[in-house]
Each structure stands twice: as C-alpha cells, then as structure tokens.
C-alpha cells in the first residue's frame, strides 16, 4: 500500500514558477513509476509528466515540455514537479500518481494505481 501526499501548490501569477511536491509513503519507493496529471474545471484529467522507479527515464506532455521538469529523491520519498513560465492554462488540480510495482512510465492514468489527494495551481493573468 502507497500513500501519497501531495503540497506546494498554491497562487502565482503568469511567468512565475512553483514547485510541487508529492511524499510517498513505504520502503519501497524507488520500484515505482511516478506520474502528475492535473484536471482543470470542467476537464478531464490529463497527464503532464512521469518519472521512472531509478529517475532517469522522464515524459512530459507536449504543453509542459521545457517549462516542467519533474524528479524524485527515493532517499526522501517524493516526487518533485517544477513548473516555470506558469500559463494561465495550467490552472488545475495536480495530482501525483505511482504504478503498479516494476512498472514502468505512461501517461496512461489506467496504469497508476495510487493517487494522491490533489494540490491546487491557479495562475492568474
């Protein structure tokens, strides 16, 4: 069983820069892929970013490409995802997300089996 909490959102204006954190709990953190997705008002949920179990495997989806960059600390547990240059259009609920064990990256949210509760990011014009 993995528990995941998420923090760091919050209020920025546009060109600003936040960075979201999600702590996971268990032991065996690092034979999980993680993943971000976010929802938007009315959305559906869409990926941004996934990270493999060691960290050297990353994805993004084409609208964050070069202003997210998302990494993981197994030492401490958690997940980052750094966003620069915020857009109003990444106003959303972000939601982190880990695999099945020994699974690897997607940005298919049928392959996350444990969800975090989400964190807000508004971003104002």
């Known amino acids: 069983q993995v528990q995941l909490v998420e923090s760091g959102g919050g209020l920025v204006q546009a060109g600003g820069s936040l960075r979201l954190s999600c702590a996971a709990s268990?032991?065996?953190?690092?034979?999980?892929?993680m993943g971000w997705f976010r929802q938007a008002p009315g959305e559906e949920r869409e990926f941004v970013s996934a990270?493999?179990?060691?960290?050297?495997?990353?994805y993004y989806a084409d609208s964050v490409k070069g202003r997210f960059t998302i990494s993981r600390d197994n030492a401490k547990n958690t997940v980052y995802l750094q966003m620069n240059s915020l857009k109003p259009e990444d106003t959303a609920v972000y939601y982190c997300?880990?695999?099945?064990?020994?699974?690897?990256?997607?940005?298919?949210?049928?392959?996350?089996?444990?969800w975090g509760q989400g964190t807000q990011v508004t971003v104002s014009s």
């Open positions: 997300a880990a695999t099945y064990p020994g699974r690897g990256t997607s940005n298919d949210q049928r392959q996350y089996h444990y």
């Open positions: 268990g032991r065996t953190f690092s034979s999980y892929a």
């Open positions: 990270v493999s179990g060691g960290g050297l495997k990353t």
